[in-house]
Nanobody, 116 residues
């Protein structure tokens, strides 16, 4: 069973920066899309950013220009650099790895809290 583990969450002040990382418990072949999602209690999980294996990023409008996604295909690792953080960025951030066909893996999430 493959597990994804996020790290780097915590408390930061408005306007601050934070970096998240995600690593798989073992190397998984065939991963296509890697992405970051976030969820606030009582709300639906939303896509923050994702990146194809070739390196093409996609961002939600709410984070465009502030967040940067990157990945290391050799190590099955995913990163998210977050800058100019706002209170509305407060959420549990989870990483997701999706294969070309079939399997998808999720991390348990890491809390990011942006204080006023």
């Amino acid at each position: 069973q493959v597990q994804l583990v996020e790290s780097g969450g915590g408390l930061v002040q408005t306007g601050g920066s934070m970096n998240l990382s995600c690593v798989a418990s073992r190397y998984v072949f065939g991963i296509n899309i890697m992405g970051w999602h976030r969820q606030v209690p009582g709300q639906r999980r939303e896509l923050v950013a994702e990146m194809s294996r070739e390196g093409t990023p996609q961002y939600s409008d709410s984070v465009k220009g502030r967040f940067t996604i990157s990945r290391d295909n050799t190590k099955n690792m995913l990163f998210l650099q977050m800058t100019d953080l706002r209170a509305e960025d407060t959420a549990v951030y989870s990483c997701n790895f999706r294969k070309w066909v079939g399997e998808s893996y999720w991390g348990q999430g890491t809390q990011v809290t942006v204080s006023p």
